[in-house]
């Protein structure tokens, strides 16, 4: 092990999207490369996990930085569940409970504030409707937003509604005409069709839904960098904001993901999306780099 460095840890999960948690304040370049972070994150040979995230020192009024490396070692601009998790961290490393922080990410200010039931509530921001900045060069149906647009994966006709969380997200309610059932969805199969197909230039996070009733949908995702995970924040706040464009979801929603359930509201008064769902220490740890 010589000439190998000592890294702290924490693994942290949101409904089964788990992350590997640095505290990285103390210098503002992550001290983790990203291709450490795809060792790391190897669930055989490595410690595990959707991705590794770094609590970094503030930008401007905020209380600090969030980045995040994908489990492939790619960088996205955000992450819901992530972003959970990285407050509950923050808060039980400084000892602190029910707090509300401003947190710089590469898709802006987002504002996680731990609830008295254990809960975290994420003020998301804005989401971003505009096709080419979600980005997708899929041809807008209503202003500049695309909004059930057919894309053809596998011989199949899905209709996409594209949105952006600061990272890119591709949803589709329906398959040649038809609801989506999601068991009868081979995700492993078609989710990287849709990541590396040529309409999403910066690839993408794909979210596959079934509504239960306008409050109540499921949904399963294919993630960009992450392939099939538990659940994605982001992408459950983009399903709902495809689902109120498409008229099949109120703006307050549940979002049932194979790792459980997320609450969305996408606020009319202020046009933010809230997000509040759990986040929860796993183990933590030391290992070399
Ligand atoms: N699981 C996340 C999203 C993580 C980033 C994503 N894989 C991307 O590349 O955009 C979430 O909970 O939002």
Not at 239 to 251: F, I, N, S
Not at 253 to 269: A, F, K, M, N, T
Request: with cysteine; hydrophobic share 35%.
């Amino acid at each position: 092990m010589a000439g190998k460095e000592q890294i702290t840890f924490c693994k942290y999960q949101g409904l089964g999207n788990d992350f590997i948690l640095v505290d990285n304040r103390h210098t503002s370049e992550p001290i983790i490369t990203p291709e450490q972070a795809v060792k790391l994150c190897d669930r055989n040979f490595g410690i595990g996990g959707d991705g590794v995230i770094f609590a970094l020192p503030p930008v401007g009024e905020t209380d600090m930085t969030m980045r995040i490396f994908n489990s492939d070692g790619s960088e996205p601009e955000m992450c819901g569940n992530g972003i959970r998790c990285l407050a509950r961290f923050v808060a039980d490393v400084d000892g602190q409970t029910e707090l509300k922080y401003k947190i710089h990410t590469l898709a802006g200010l987002i504002q996680p504030e731990l609830l008295a039931d254990g809960q975290v509530c994420v003020d998301m921001g804005e989401p971003i409707l505009e096709g080419p900045k979600v980005p997708t060069t899929l041809a807008p149906t209503q202003g500049s937003t695309v909004v059930q647009q057919k894309l053809i994966v596998d011989g199949r006709s899905y209709d996409m509604t594209c949105v952006s969380m600061g990272n890119p997200h591709a949803i589709t309610y329906s398959v040649d005409g038809q609801p989506i059932k999601v068991d009868d969805l081979d995700i492993f199969t078609i989710g990287p069709k849709f990541e590396h197909n040529a309409v999403f230039p910066a690839r993408t996070n794909t979210e596959f839904v079934e509504v239960l009733s306008r409050s109540h949908v499921r949904m399963v995702v294919w993630e960009r960098g992450a392939g099939r995970t538990l659940a994605c924040g982001t992408g459950a706040c983009a399903t709902v904001v495809a689902g109120v464009l498409e008229g099949k979801t109120d703006r307050s929603c549940q979002v049932d993901l194979p790792g459980g359930p997320l609450h969305i509201e996408w606020r009319e008064s202020d046009n933010h999306i809230y997000m509040t769902g759990p986040a929860e220490l796993a183990f933590q740890g030391t290992v070399r780099v």
